[in-house]
């Protein structure tokens, strides 16, 4: 499956960068969302997809079974979902005041610091 | 050195409240240095170098060698004595001015460089010196920095020296790659090794151009005239004596490597030579004091160069004597200068006349100097002068010529020194009134002492002969030479010259203002001056750099995103091209049908969102595509994920649906073909994404770094749930980290939001049903204790701070749209954050007590039975994973309540009106 995994990040990384190439400020966001998706996904991939069994270890055990996922990736990507979430909150109101700020949603309107 | 260092610091303070007592008392230092290298030279003589070495970057072999052999002792020599009168005439001289302690600053600076550049015995540590040096200059020429022209003639001094002092560098490197060594007294040995390098000329260019630069030769030259607008000080210090003989100490003590080349003539010979006839006839042109001295200057480092170019025994003690005469001579001119424009307020020597009188000293010394400069016996200047002629007509090459052009430029000289150091002083009609404050004894004290000095040792030639000037010789020639100097050589050849010298000379002088007019006339005549190429070709190297900003940094953030997208790209395709990547086999019974089946629904809401022309399709969409990452994850045994992905998605609608109507709407702006082009762009990247993570998954896996963690995860941190192990105890620093960062975005995200009146607005106003009231009633209560089990059990089964915080904040925003009494949100939504990271801060610390590295966790024995948990241990780690649970409910709420409510008339975004 990993394959089909790298296509669908790919895919996802596509798009994200399609919308951050746009010029209004909202698509800015939608594809900063889609590369965070595809960043998590990326890391987990990379990590080795595995069959499928979680990092849990059972009750009766002292350690997980061999051919066990990989916890660590697991651990990067649940912080990293949650910072995900507090940046797009920040980008959110950033994007907004900058746009109370100038005046204009454009990016090929923003092309001086000085205005 | 450490002394002058001190100087640098404590001497401008002086310098503030009296700028004549900081002259006298700063100059002690530089004369007892003097004295002490005086009294080494025996020693320098006798082989016994002062030396010195300390580590300065040992890591990569660097020392801070010192050695002071005969060179570099006549060098410190002159550079301490003169200071130390310089010091006492630049406290006179700027008493009262603002610039007087920069000055003092800068010249201890300046006089520290030169000392280090003068031992310096490692080529880097020389650079180090030479540069600082020109720094130095620059900041003394630009001390009237409220002047545009003083800014622009030490711009062009600091360009066309550091252009030089980076070229000398470069040469440096291949000198101590072909040698071997960055020692210089032990570059001599390996002259041969040195020569047969491969880039041996190079070298030799690079190195020349370093010395040219800083000595004002031909075409570099025009750097020094402009310096002259720095005050008088600092150019009879700098820009006469000491600092534009670096070129020529440099040249002097690198010629026992370079000298034996025939490269090495055929570059300084005619450089020096054009220098010291192009210097002596620009001079011819000029009426300003200074600027008459500055052009003899440059010719008198032609002719430095020209005898170092020469190279035999004779014209390097006669390039050592040169060098000696003309500081003193030319430093005390400088000075006379100085006075004469303090007492007159002018430097027009057309004008100047009858200063004998009112300023007999000044005069006596001036006489002294001029005298000496012309090469009249008994001064050191004929002595000069006589060594100068001797050793041009013993040259072996290109004698007759250099001979004429010596011969040109010192009758000039000779023209020069009587407009100079007579002119001014002789009476013609009335005597003008002079300002008395050019009398004081600062001013006179130094003139004085240096004419004194040059008639002295031309009286006693001895005095300097025997060792000073031998050692340095010998170190130049490798080889142990006698130095005889003496006034009388007996009737021959070099007298002639000497006296014709003098009488074209007076006869310069005495048509001085004819000779002026025609000189004057055929410069204007000439088609380029350097200086205006120089500003020419630099005001085009601006403009050129303007072009390349602008063209790179256009300020377009599309364009930089996209040169940076395809740039990554092109890295990623070329490595694995060079890495023989290969699209990995794939077979179809490896496929699963429900991960491809959510794969294609994300797809789909994928081409959805970015084909979306309304935020709300767009948002709902991604929506799509975030669950779908959340089935992923479940289906690939990662449930902790799926459980925040699911959480932190619906979280993130909510925000949009708070904000979504504040924010800009969509719009279509770009080309079909601009949006064509930006898809290419954008799928090489996604592409390079997809090829980087395969080649990275081709590699052969080894251990994994979580091996020690899966296997210690329960015996030794007593969780069996490894993810939250992971981020509780095992890398707990880093979730610390991680909480921070949430807890400075919304921080980020209050500031932002933050518009100058701290009044809240009301909350949702409203917009809730009786219904909706009626089911959180029992809702919120439940979520709040799913999330304190989820936290309980975190440690065990998937759940644990992070997932228990996004539900508890969900349950408290379910809440706040509960209102309707339009009632403040959380009192303080900064407590639980600020609680939550001092929670997990102060876990770290129980450790210690147990004699254990901080942050190591520690269990209590006691283990409670807790309902629907079970058996639960208590210990740091879970006091941690409170921290967390704390921090993230506590930023997950306030930045949606600051969203909700953030600014007045804010609605609970029911629909988009877009």
């Known amino acids: ?113 000085d205005s | 050195m450490g ?88 406290g006179g001289y700027l008493k009262g001015s603002p610039q007087a302690a920069p000055f003092f600053g800068f010249i201890h600076l300046f006089m520290l460089a030169m000392l280090g550049l003068a031992g310096a015995d490692h080529l880097l540590v020389l650079f180090v010196f030479w540069e600082l040096t020109s720094l130095a200059s620059y900041l003394l020429i630009g001390l009237a920095h409220d002047s545009a022209d003083a800014r622009k003639a030490a711009l062009r001094a600091l360009l066309i020296t550091g252009f030089g002092g980076v070229a000398m560098l470069a040469g440096f490197i291949l000198l101590a790659d072909a040698a071997g060594t960055w020692k210089i007294s032990e570059l001599a040995a390996r002259a041969d090794a040195v020569r047969a390098h491969p880039a041996a000329h190079w070298m030799l260019a690079l190195i020349l151009l370093g010395a040219v630069t800083k000595s004002a030769q031909v075409p570099f030259h025009f750097w020094l005239p402009g310096a002259m607008v720095a005050p008088t000080p600092v150019s009879a210090y700098l820009h006469s004596a000491t600092m534009v003989k670096a070129g020529v100490y440099l040249l002097a003590k690198l010629s026992p490597v370079f000298s034996a080349w025939p490269a090495w003539s055929a570059v300084l010979l005619p450089l020096g030579a054009l220098t010291m006839l192009a210097g002596a006839i620009f001079a011819l042109a000029q009426t300003d004091l ?69 300023l007999p000293l000044l005069a006596f010394a001036a006489g002294l100097a001029a005298f000496s400069m012309s090469g009249v016996p008994p001064f050191i200047g004929f002595i000069g002068k006589e060594l100068l002629y001797e050793a041009k007509v013993q040259a072996q090459t290109a004698g007759p010529l250099i001979i004429f052009c010596g011969f040109a430029a010192n009758a000039i ?22 300002n008395p404050k050019a009398k004081q004894s600062a001013l006179l004290a130094g003139p004085l002492l240096l004419a004194i000095a040059g008639a002295v040792v031309g009286l006693w030639p001895d005095l300097i002969g025997k060792n000073l000037i031998r050692v340095a010789v010998e170190d130049i020639t490798v080889t142990p030479t006698t130095v005889k100097l003496k006034l009388w050589h007996g009737f021959n050849l070099v007298l002639l010259l000497s006296g014709l010298t003098v009488a074209a000379g007076i006869a310069l002088y005495a048509w001085r203002s004819r000779v002026r007019g025609i000189v004057a006339g055929a410069l204007d005549r000439m088609p380029t001056r350097a200086a205006k190429t120089f500003d020419a070709g630099l005001s085009r190297v601006i403009k050129g750099a303007g072009g390349a900003t602008r063209f790179f940094q256009h300020g377009n953030l599309r364009g930089y995103f996209a040169v940076l997208l395809l740039t990554v790209a092109a890295l990623v395709f070329h490595a694995a091209r060079a890495g ?22 994300m797809v789909v809401a ?27 994850y479940a289906l690939y045994g990662a449930p902790d994920l799926a459980l925040t992905q699911v959480l932190v998605e619906t979280l993130t609608l909510v925000l949009f649906a708070f904000i979504l109507a504040k924010l800009p709407p969509m719009r279509s702006r770009s080309s079909p073909r601009r949006r064509a082009l930006d898809a290419l762009i954008a799928g090489a990247a996604g592409l390079a994404v997809a090829v980087a993570l395969l080649a990275a998954r081709a590699e052969p896996a080894g251990a994994r770094v979580s091996d020690a963690m899966v296997a210690d995860s329960y015996l030794v941190a007593k969780g069996k749930n490894v993810v939250n192990v992971i981020l509780v105890d095992f890398r707990a620093l880093d979730t610390l980290g991680e909480i921070s960062v949430l807890a400075i975005a919304a921080l980020g995200v209050a500031a932002l939001l933050y518009n100058g009146s701290p009044t809240r607005g009301p909350g949702s106003q409203a917009t809730a049903t009786a219904m909706y009231r009626a089911s959180i009633r029992w809702l919120v209560p439940l979520l709040y204790a799913l999330s304190i089990l989820l936290l309980l059990r975190g440690h065990n089964e998937p759940g644990g701070g992070f997932i228990g915080g996004l539900v508890a904040a969900s349950a408290a925003i379910l809440r706040e749209l509960g209102r309707t009494d339009g009632a403040n949100g959380p009192r303080s939504p900064v407590l639980p954050v600020a609680c939550g990271l001092a929670i997990a ?35 740091t780690p879970f006091l941690f994973d409170i921290g967390v ?13 600051l969203l909700l409510r953030g600014e007045p008339k804010t609605t609970v975004a029911t629909a988009d009106p877009d």
């Open chain 2, 580 to 601: 023989g990547f290969s699209v990995p086999g794939f077979e179809v019974s490896d496929l699963r049908f429900a991960p491809v089946g959510v794969m294609m629904m």
């Open chain 2, 290 to 358: 200074k600027r008459l001295l500055a052009y003899s200057t440059m010719s008198a480092l032609g002719t430095l160069v020209v005898l170092l170019g020469i190279g035999t025994d004779l014209a390097v003690q006669a390039a050592m004597v040169f060098l000696i005469v003309h500081a003193l001579y030319k430093a005390a001119l400088f000075m006379v200068a100085g006075v004469v424009d303090k007492a007159t307020g002018t430097r027009d020597i057309t004008v100047l006349h009858g200063l004998g009188k009112q």
């Open chain 2, 3 to 90: 002394a002058v260092a001190t100087g640098a610091v404590i001497w401008p303070q002086v310098a503030r409240g009296n700028a004549r007592l900081a002259g006298w008392l700063s100059a002690l230092v530089p004369a007892a240095l003097a004295v002490w290298l005086i009294a080494r030279v025996p020693d320098v003589g006798a082989g016994q170098l002062p030396a010195a070495s300390f580590a300065w970057v040992p890591a990569l072999g660097l020392t801070l060698d010192f050695r002071l052999d005969g060179v570099g002792l006549l060098l410190s020599v002159l550079v301490a004595s003169i200071g130390a009168l310089i010091l006492i005439y630049g």
């Open chain 2, 413 to 434: 000289n000779v023209a020069v020194a009587l407009k100079v150091g007579f002119s001014p002083f002789v009476n013609r009609g009335e005597i003008p009134q002079i």
């Open chain 2, 885 to 897: 649970y704390a921090v993230v409910f506590g930023v997950a709420r306030w930045i949606l309540d």
């Open chain 2, 841 to 875: 801060l102060a876990s770290a610390f129980p450790a210690w007590f147990h004699g254990q590295p901080w942050m190591q966790g520690v269990w209590l024995t006691w283990e409670p039975w807790l309902p629907l948990v079970g058996t639960t241990k208590l210990g």
């Open chain 2, 606 to 632: 994928t081409v959805l969102a970015v084909r979306a022309k309304a935020r709300v399709t767009a948002l709902l969409a991604l929506g799509g595509v975030g669950y779908g990452v959340a089935l992923l």
């Open chain 1, 1 to 113: 499956m990993e394959p089909i995994f790298a296509i669908l990040i790919g895919f996802l990384t596509a798009a994200g960068f399609y919308l951050m190439l746009r010029r209004t400020f909202m698509r800015l966001l939608l594809g900063f969302l889609l590369l965070g998706q595809a960043a998590n996904l990326l890391i987990l991939t990379a990590g080795g997809l595995g069959p499928g069994t979680s990092p849990i270890i059972h009750p009766d055990a002292t350690t997980l079974p061999p051919g066990h996922p990989d916890p660590l990736p697991q651990a990067l990507i649940l912080t990293a979902i949650v910072i995900g979430f507090a940046t797009v909150a920040f980008a959110v109101v950033l994007l907004k005041r900058a746009n109370q700020a100038t005046g204009t949603d454009d990016f090929d309107a923003l092309d001086t610091t």
